[in-house]
């Protein structure tokens, strides 16, 4: 088990535009070859944004891009006619395939903080898809079918235990609360990559949510890191 803690992310955004990001993983001009995915995950960026404040339209390809929203409201369109609100416990889900356009927007009134995942595709191309979840929990992970990869998503009260999904890659993330995994403490916004995860269980210090990916074996050539 690899824990990587908060203060190691790399920090991106325009702070002068109300965007402030927190990366996991090598990302646009913070390239570092020995940390380009985990697994089938490319990224994990924690990503907060003032009211008013977003990302312009911009394209991506050939990625699965999962999004958690933590607190506020996220304004989500799309090429392809998509126009959505997310709201904290929903799960959106932008299949890029090959080729989408969106935008991304805090147009609340309310500070706007979201978890957003890319994954990589099991074979590129493919026409784009787009879907939200409402309400996911626990008892009913989210399958990402094209990159192979499930997510659960668990919100413990203190003392809960929980067993975690056995997988050839596992890759955990604290969200809010503080959770002990395989001994290690992790508290808001650390995170744990585990190499063929098998009986492990979380257990909540505090009130917790975390949001854990069950996936297969790495790809064995690791794509460039994602630029935008």
């Not at 009913?140 to 998503?153: C, E, I, M, S």
């Not at 503080?178 to 269980?201: H, S």
Request: glycine residues 10%; proline residues 9%; charged residues 25%.
């Amino acid at each position: 088990m690899d824990v990587r803690r908060a203060d190691e992310r790399y920090r991106g955004g325009d702070p002068d535009a109300g965007i402030e990001s927190r990366h996991a993983f090598s990302f646009g001009p913070h390239y570092d070859p020995g940390n380009l995915r985990f697994g089938a995950l490319i990224a994990c960026n924690e990503e907060h944004l003032a009211p008013g404040a977003g990302f312009g339209e911009h394209p991506h390809s050939h990625t699965e891009i999962v999004t958690w929203v933590v607190e506020g409201e996220l304004t989500h369109r799309d090429s392809a006619g998509h126009a959505t609100v997310v709201r904290p416990g929903d799960v959106q889900h932008l299949s890029a395939a090959a080729g989408v356009r969106h935008v991304e927007r805090n147009d609340g009134t309310a500070p706007l903080t979201f978890v957003q995942m890319w994954l990589a595709p099991l074979e590129p191309g493919g026409a784009p898809s787009y879907e939200v979840v409402r309400g996911l929990t626990g008892a009913t992970p989210y399958a990402v079918r094209r990159a192979g990869a499930v997510l659960h998503a668990f919100r413990l009260s203190p003392g809960e235990r929980r067993a975690l999904p056995d997988a050839a890659s596992a890759y955990v993330h604290v969200v809010r609360g503080e959770v002990r995994l395989n001994g290690e403490r992790l508290g808001p916004g650390d995170a744990a990559r585990i190499t063929d995860a098998k009986d492990t269980e979380a257990v909540a210090v505090t009130a917790a949510e975390l949001l854990a990916w069950e996936m297969p074996d790495p790809a064995p050539n690791p794509a460039e890191p994602p630029s935008s």
